[in-house]
Nanobody, 116 residues
Framework: QVQLVESGGGLVQPGGSLRLSCAAS????????MRWYRQAPGKVRELVAA????????TYADSVKGRFTISRDDAKNTVYLQMNSLKPEDTAVYYC?????????WGQGTQVTVSS
């Protein structure tokens, strides 16, 4: 059974940090590129960060460059999103996605709220 389980979300003050994790099971994790998306209320889901197989290349949305870092640990079948200098506009549900050719899987999401 394929599963992607996000964790690490929560309430944080502006300027704070959170680290999201996405634990994968049921498929060959190392074969898949991994992405983090987010969706704020009333907005479309947007790509935040992506990492290729073996972590050779990372890409980021302009809105998070320099603040967020995506990484992966294939030994643990986990992808991470380190989020620093958080802003209220980062408030959203964050989802991870695994992609390989025409195959893709989504996690259930974790809520991140940035508020004082």
């Amino acid at each position: 059974q394929v599963q992607l389980v996000e964790s690490g979300g929560g309430l944080v003050q502006p300027g704070g940090s959170l680290r999201l994790s996405c634990a994968a099971s049921g498929f060959t994790f190392s074969r898949y590129a991994m992405r983090w998306y987010r969706q704020a209320p009333g907005k479309v889901r947007e790509l935040v960060a992506a990492i290729t197989r073996a972590g050779g290349r990372t890409t980021y949305a302009d809105s998070v460059k320099g603040r967020f870092t995506i990484s992966r640990d294939d030994a643990k079948n986990t992808v991470y999103l380190q989020m620093n200098s958080l802003k209220p506009e980062d408030t959203a549900v964050y989802y991870c996605k695994a992609e390989w050719t025409q195959h893709f899987y989504w996690g259930q999401g974790t809520q991140v709220t940035v508020s004082s």
